[in-house]
């Protein structure tokens, strides 16, 4: 079975410093997604990538799957107390089921 | 507006009684999947239904039952023999054929008291 490996489990950044979320597939990954997770709450779709050395940016969070489809960044730039939550990232299956990473949990700090 | 509703929001059960959670969507999505979530870590798969009648195991199925009777609907039954039940449930759903994102609910808080 497919495992994700995020890192690092915890951040605890000062506003409007930059940071970065790793995600590495023990598999080739077929679909890669992005999600953020306040505590308690549902998942909130960030961002989906497909294809080797893809990239996508929303507002300040930009997201990139290398060439060989095993490893995916989440990248935010000029960080925000809105971007603090949990950001989990999922591997798709043949049934479009999610295997996820075990999160990191973002503290910003104002 | 269409969307998933998961329903309680917060569940008190006592032990040794099964409880039903509820999950419903109005987005027309063919499959539609139930999650755990502990404290601290990832979700886990516990049952998925890519059509109605039919539902596949996931990785953490033992203590759990589920139904698909209609589209709309994929109850999930937390039962007797789940020896760990205490935990944030979601549940989920996507178009089959379609390369777009899972939708989730917001959750269920199951408390065994």
């Known amino acids: 079975s497919q495992e994700l490996e995020q890192s690092p489990q915890s951040l605890i950044v000062q506003e409007g410093k930059n940071l970065t979320i790793n995600c590495t597939s023990s598999?080739?990954?077929?679909?890669l997604y992005w999600y953020k997770q306040k505590y308690g709450e549902g998942l909130i779709f960030l961002m989906m990538?497909?294809?080797?050395?893809e990239e996508k940016s929303h507002e300040k969070i930009t997201a990139k799957l290398d060439e060989k489809k095993q490893q995916s960044s989440l990248h935010i730039t000029a960080s925000q107390p809105s971007h603090a939550g949990i950001y989990l990232c999922?591997?798709?299956?043949?049934?479009?089921?999610?295997?996820f990473g075990s999160g990191t949990q973002l503290t910003v700090l104002p | 507006d269409g969307g998933i509703t998961q329903s309680p929001k917060y569940l008190f059960r006592k032990e040794g009684q099964n409880v039903t959670l509820s999950c419903e969507q109005n987005?027309?999505?063919?499959?539609m999947y139930w999650y755990r979530q502990d404290p601290g870590q990832g979700l886990r798969l516990i049952y998925y239904?890519?059509?109605?009648?039919?539902?596949q195991k996931g990785d953490i199925a033992e203590g759990y039952s589920v139904s698909r009777e209609k589209k709309e609907s994929f109850p999930l039954t937390v039962t007797s023999a789940q020896k760990n039940p205490t935990a944030f449930y979601l549940c989920?759903?996507?178009?089959?054929?379609?390369?777009?994102?899972?939708?989730f609910g917001q959750g269920t808080r199951l408390t065994v008291v």
């Open positions: 989920a759903s996507t178009p089959v054929g379609h390369t777009t994102e899972a939708f």
């Open positions: 598999k080739t990954l077929y679909g």
């Open positions: 990538l497909q294809k080797g050395g």
């Open positions: 999922g591997a798709a299956g043949s049934a479009r089921q999610l295997t």
């Open positions: 987005l027309n999505h063919d499959a």
């Open positions: 239904s890519q059509i109605v009648n039919d539902f």
